[in-house]
DNA sequence: TTTTATTTTTAGATTTGTCTAAAATAATAT
DNA sequence: ATATTATTTTAGACAAATCTAAAAATAAAA
């Protein structure tokens, strides 16, 4: 059934990340970027994905996933999300903690073992961070989230997601305990930097426009 | 902490399984027959191994594994039977299925991930096999257990392991519903081929030497 | 529209783990 | 004790994934 190795399997997962975030092909470039390598290496393995037809690669040209690409991409995503939320429900990490332990468990081969997983943790929708699960299809619940530094003053929201998963942006999050599932009120905008005073449990603090904009929100009691 | 490839840790596992079995030294042909390949590969990897000091290896001689190799051996089987005890525990398989996929998920690579799986699970002494579980330190308990194909005709057992771990083997017994816990009593032994007839839950049925041999028991009650 | 700069691809090596076939060594049998 | 057989090691090759450096193609600028 899966008889792509593991390396395959982490090019289509950033080859699919990206795609989500560019609007035409997937440049070489961004691809060595987000897999810390060469544009030599991802050259040689776009042609190998290609003729497995994982994607559809022109030389020169850029690189767009094909259908079955993404359901491959998509199935280690489910695992990667599963296995965060049983590491941080069942094992109780930290959701700041829990990433590179799931980029390994990702590539345990079994379906049925992770149908189990998913069973036992009572089919969870979203990840900690607040990404959604793909369900064994590929299909996935779109999360409707707005971006914090988008919200107005005087307004509470819930924290859903996160836009941007590098550890220390996470970290410093967690050092505030801003989490998904915590309400936050925004007590300010500042006009000249677009920063913002917000309210946690009695507690204010300021919160850059970097952070802000890469703080997934829904309004209070919208869930 | 653990600078071995998956490969090495599969070497270095077998040669461990080899060397409680083997008087003395472990010879080339029997790691290449464990690891379905030839005896080339194994001796390009001896060297390797040799190197990192994880085995003793003298040309033509055999092998010895050092110290050091048993520690990582060991850790190895930890995760192993620990993730076996989590596959049939907590996600109710049964304990035929769990070997293909414990052997993927012994090479994840955290052992705090796995000092919580221990806790989680209550610190299990054996796993579904009744092979004993090394601690994080690589001690582990000896289960004084005896093969049923030396039990007196007569006498209650309580099976608390195997002898053989392939999955024929695992097979037919679950087709009697054989398994570590299960009480049987030998109702009568056949002079002339020491094969058996048991009785389990007012069943009886016939088990071969060969089976019998590789059943693991106790005398019934005492535990 | 040339020239320049950037991006992408090729060429050729390297590392890991594997293989087959041949050579070297050890074990066994006459 | 020597010949035969079996085991083990070497030699040389290959596939996967990577790299550096050079060549080719595309994009941007003058």
Redesign the pocket.
């Known amino acids: 059934m899966q008889q792509h ?4 399997e982490n ?1 289509l997962k950033a080859i699919y990340h990206l795609s989500n975030v560019t609007i035409s092909s997937v ?4 691809i ?1 970027t987000s ?14 994905l290609a003729d497995k037809e994982l994607i559809n ?6 690189v767009k996933i094909t259908r079955k690409g993404e359901k491959v991409a998509l199935n280690i995503i489910r695992k990667h999300r599963l296995w965060e939320v049983f590491l941080t429900k069942v094992l109780k990490f930290e959701w700041d903690e829990v990433h590179t332990m799931a980029e390994e468990l990702e590539h345990v081969s079994s379906d049925e073992l992770i149908k189990r997983l998913e069973a036992y943790l009572d089919f969870p929708k979203f990840d900690p961070h607040g990404d959604p699960i793909p369900d064994q299809t590929g299909k996935l619940e779109i999360n409707d989230q707005m971006s914090l530094s988008s919200g107005d003053a005087g307004v509470k929201y819930t924290i859903t997601g996160v836009g941007e998963h590098s550890s220390a942006f996470l970290k410093h999050l967690a050092k505030y305990g801003l989490k998904p599932g915590i309400t936050v009120s925004i007590a300010e905008i500042m006009e000249f930097d677009k920063s913002m005073l917000v309210k946690v449990n009695k507690e204010k603090f300021h919160l850059s426009l970097e952070v802000s904009k890469n703080i997934l929100v829904k309004k209070y009691g919208i869930i």
Chains 1, 2 share one sequence.
């Open positions: 190795t593991e390396t395959e090019y440049n070489t470039s961004s060595a897999m810390s390598t060469t544009s030599a290496s991802v050259t040689d393995m776009l042609k190998k690669y022109e030389k020169y040209k850029g």
